[in-house]
């Protein structure tokens, strides 16, 4: 071994050491931190409930229809006796696990927000008028059973939980308009399918989905389907026969293609595939002439198909970071778009934007444009326009135009950002 081998390792072992001293220094005085942090919050909670259960001593309860207890550090659920006339409750943020409404006595209760809290265990006495409940953020492990007695529910969010699977009483909740199953770890099969099918808006975000059930389509009476950040890559045949579908969200998933049983949802007004790794948007996108909002961006994209001309009611078109180098004429005819967003791809060219009627927002960043869109100046409705970081060069003079342009305009009102 050479003397500079050795000078080396001689130099760089204690550094190496220390290094690793450090690292356990500095994470022992985060965790210290962290619990000082802590201490000091549970101090404050404390001491906010303390006032707060002062004030409620001294005042008439039947006059109180909103109690806030958020933030006040409750290990075991406060005495709602009294409360008669009680329309909303907010026990948020506290460290409850088990709850039980025995001593509820009002029957004008419609809101109940348990969120950030550590339930295991829930049980509802008296439900008539409940219409939202909100258990978020908990340890449950299976939605409430005593939720049957809630028949006027109509917003449910049991997100970030431990849920698997979907209770057969559930199909009985008329009343349920908006479910909320985000980030749990739900079984998505045929019998739950059919337990959800006529619920209106249906969250499973983050449930780790690699497939749909095949009876899908039975779900006739949902509207709004969000199957973001799963593992989808297919949808089954019946989900062309979902024809009462007007939003979809399939964000963060591995389709490669757009599925053909897209294209027979007439009413669609949303369709999102951000992130995902399509090369191409089939020409039968043409037939969903309701669509406004339309998500395409972080994707494989090199070409628009002309069949897009065909959505006349599109307000929101977003494109950014995908492989085009064309934008086509087609886009100035679209007579409601008012958002385009076409940055970070390999444009060379764009047509004369001046004459969409309603665009008024547009960014056209990271592309390969060696113009500036000047026209665009005079756009009356124009509110945003971003052009940096293409390969345009602007005279002195031009950019003296262009801070005057700026100087001139209302404040908050219109902006370029070259």
């Not at 559930?170 to 006529?198: C, H, Q, T, Y």
């Not at 113009?371 to 326009?385: A, G, I, Q, S, V």
Request: aromatic share 10%.
């Amino acid at each position: 071994m050479s003397c500079k081998v050795l000078l080396f390792l001689f130099l760089i072992i204690p550094c190496l050491t220390g290094a690793q001293e450090v690292q356990k220094i500095n994470r022992g005085n985060l965790d210290s931190l962290r619990r000082i942090f802590m201490e000091k919050q549970k101090k404050a909670d404390i001491e906010k409930r303390a006032r707060f259960e002062k004030q409620l001593q001294s005042a008439d309860k039947d006059t109180i229809n909103d109690l806030d207890y958020s933030h006040m550090f409750y290990e075991a659920l406060p005495d709602l006796s009294g409360f008669h006339h009680l329309i909303s409750i907010n026990l948020s943020n506290n460290h409850l696990t088990k709850v039980n409404f025995i001593t509820l006595e009002s029957d004008s209760l419609e809101r109940i927000n348990l969120s950030n809290n550590t339930i295991r265990k829930i049980k509802f006495n008296r439900c008539e008028q409940v219409r939202s409940v909100s258990l978020n953020q908990n340890e449950l492990r299976r939605i409430p059973r005593s939720l049957r007695k809630c028949q006027s529910l109509t917003n449910l969010n049991v997100s970030n939980n431990h849920i698997k699977r979907i209770p057969r009483w559930l199909a009985k909740m008329d009343s349920l308009n908006e479910l909320n199953l985000n980030f749990n770890r739900i079984k998505l099969n045929n019998k739950a399918a059919v337990r959800m099918k006529n619920i209106n808006t249906l969250l499973l975000a983050g449930n780790n989905l690699k497939e749909l059930p095949d009876n899908i389509g039975e779900m006739t009476g949902v509207r709004k389907f969000n199957f973001s950040k799963n593992s989808l890559n297919i949808v089954p045949p019946s989900f062309k026969n979902l024809d009462s579908l007007t939003n979809i969200i399939f964000y963060k998933n591995n389709f490669n293609e757009i599925p053909g049983e897209i294209f027979y949802l007439k009413n669609l007004v949303e369709l999102d595939f951000y992130y995902n790794h399509i090369c191409e948007i089939p020409e039968g996108i043409g037939s969903l002439t309701k669509l406004k909002q339309l998500f395409l961006s972080y994707n494989q994209i090199r070409l628009l198909p002309d069949t897009l001309a065909a959505l006349k009611e599109l307000k929101y078109m977003y494109i950014h970071h995908n492989k085009l180098v064309v934008a086509p004429l087609w886009i100035t005819a679209l007579p409601k778009l008012e958002r385009l967003d076409l940055s970070y791809n390999r444009l060379v060219s764009i047509p004369d934007l001046s004459d969409a009627e309603n665009l008024a927002e547009i960014d056209l960043q990271h592309n390969d444009l060696k113009r500036f869109p000047w026209e665009l100046l005079d756009k009356e409705n124009l509110k945003f326009l971003i052009f940096k970081n293409n390969p345009f060069v602007l005279t002195n003079e031009e950019e003296k135009i262009l801070k005057q342009w700026q100087k001139n305009q209302k404040p908050f009102s219109r902006y370029i950002v070259y």
